[in-house]
């Protein structure tokens, strides 16, 4: 039976990962094997963890307000690594108003503050189906 | 082989562990130092391999990791997060980082990391090490793993009788005192020292490290290597190696069986004699359908 692997990283430096480790621990008993990196990730640390994880999804938790700027990095290394096909979602302290740009990125949900783990899970459990009909599985 | 390549067997082999031998067998044969590290929950183990992944690198050796977390018996999920404390070489291309779940095996390992391991010493990695579940004091699996086996300890586990309780205590080949900057790890060295020469063993097997001022870690790495070429030299290896192979095969035995009970289902039989005889009867048909090493 396949298991589905997420990893949960923090990039940048802001140093608060409680909604991280909420959410990797709702998505743990939810089923997934969650890989987390820790605070204060480089955009290149995460990518490379990624890699060598062969996730199934990845998850950042930005609350710096820099999350364009990660977010893009992240998603342009993940190009030159030959794995931009690892779905991405966001979540943190995100204005709504930034969500149109980080979506057009190619991240593929947003979940600011106060979203529901049950939404989170629901909201991952269909990324993950998205990914699997789209390649016909694994 | 690149990361990314050999990221994607490694996942292969963990969820149809029959590719295995088909997907190791594409590679020359190669010879790793695999070295085992274990001990209890918190004592430090994944920051001690960080810093010895450290002096293997200024070595400039290739070293592979496989650091192993539970799956919950629940949800069947995990959270991995021994990589955490090794951050500062995920962007070395000689060292590659894998953490697994355990997936319902009991013994400290997962079913799955002796294929892996075969595959990674394939790979030509210099150094695997392995780093096991924080153990209690019976999983000893990762003895049959590896070639060397260190059990990190650190101040705060309990007083001297817990040294004299067999299992974990007895499979190391080096028992490694952490923290040892923490003004209690002298107590613990001392009765470490005691429970060495009860059981026969040597002070040369002993080691006091801090992953925090990192001293004792080169003399660690050092007792390694050379333990690792003296039980090469006089024959202790190749036996291991045997002994290795041999539970590599339990395991995949193991492994059947359960999915075999898995099939069955749950409470369809009253007699536990009568429901061996179905489990044997099926395990037979689908052996005999699929040849040898063949999958259920």
New interface residues.
């Given amino acids: 039976?396949?298991?589905f692997?997420i990893l949960i990283a923090k990039p940048g430096l802001d140093g608060h990962d409680r909604g991280a480790k909420v959410v990797?621990?709702a998505?743990?008993?939810?089923?997934?094997?969650?890989?987390?990196?820790?605070l204060r990730?480089?955009p290149?640390?995460i990518v490379?963890?990624a890699?060598?994880?062969?996730v199934d999804l990845i998850g950042l938790s930005i609350l710096s307000g820099a999350h364009l700027q990660l977010s893009k990095k992240v998603i342009d290394l993940m190009k030159k690594?030959?794995?931009e096909h690892i779905p991405v979602f966001v979540g943190g302290i995100i204005p709504p108003d930034d969500v149109p740009q980080l979506l057009q990125m190619g991240v593929k949900r947003v979940f600011g503050p106060g979203t529901p783990l049950s939404k989170i899970v629901e909201e991952v459990k269909s990324i993950l189906q998205e990914g699997v009909a789209s390649t016909g599985g694994s | 082989m690149d990361?990314?390549t050999?990221?994607?067997l490694?996942?292969q082999i963990e969820?149809n562990p029959e590719l295995a031998p088909e997907i190791v067998g594409r590679f020359p044969e190669h010879q790793s130092k695999v070295i085992g590290f274990t001990g209890s929950p918190g004592v430090g183990k994944s920051s001690l391999i960080d810093r010895v992944i450290r002096w293997i690198r200024n070595k400039d050796l290739s070293v592979a990791v496989v650091a192993i977390d539970p799956?919950?018996p629940?949800?069947?999920?995990?959270?991995?997060?021994d990589?955490?404390r090794m951050?500062d070489h995920?962007?070395d291309e000689k060292v590659?980082?894998?953490?697994m779940?355990s997936?319902g095996a009991l013994g400290g390992l997962c079913d799955a990391v002796f294929d892996v391991v075969n595959l990674l010493e394939a790979s030509g990695f210099d150094y695997v090490l392995v780093e096991t579940v924080g153990v209690g004091q019976s999983e000893v699996e990762i003895s049959n793993l590896a070639d060397l086996t260190v059990l990190v300890l650190s101040p705060g586990l309990g007083d001297d009788v817990q040294m004299l309780k067999a299992g974990v205590m007895e499979i190391a080949d080096l028992y490694v005192v952490n923290k040892s900057d923490l003004p209690e790890s002298d107590t613990l060295y001392t009765q470490l020292l005691a429970f060495i020469s009860l059981a026969g063993k040597s002070e040369e097997q002993l080691c006091k490290t801090s992953s925090h001022t990192l001293d004792g870690v080169q003399e660690l790495v050092e007792k390694i290597e050379k333990l690792w070429q003296f039980f090469h030299d006089n024959g202790t290896l190749r036996h291991r190696r045997k002994k290795r192979t041999q539970h590599h095969a339990e395991h995949i035995l193991r492994k059947m069986i359960q999915q075999v009970m898995y099939s069955i289902g749950d409470y369809q039989v009253e007699d536990p004699y009568e429901f061996v005889e179905l489990a044997l009867s099926k395990l037979c048909k689908i052996h005999s359908k699929n040849g040898q090493g063949g999958g259920i």
């Fill in positions: 039976m396949r298991i692997r990797a621990h998505l743990r008993d939810a089923g997934f094997e969650v890989i987390y990196t820790g990730q480089t290149e640390q490379r963890t890699l060598q994880e062969d690594e030959g794995i | 990361h990314k050999l990221a994607k490694i996942t969820n799956s919950s629940f949800s069947k999920g995990a959270f991995l997060g990589r955490i951050r995920f962007v590659f980082i894998r953490s779940a997936r």
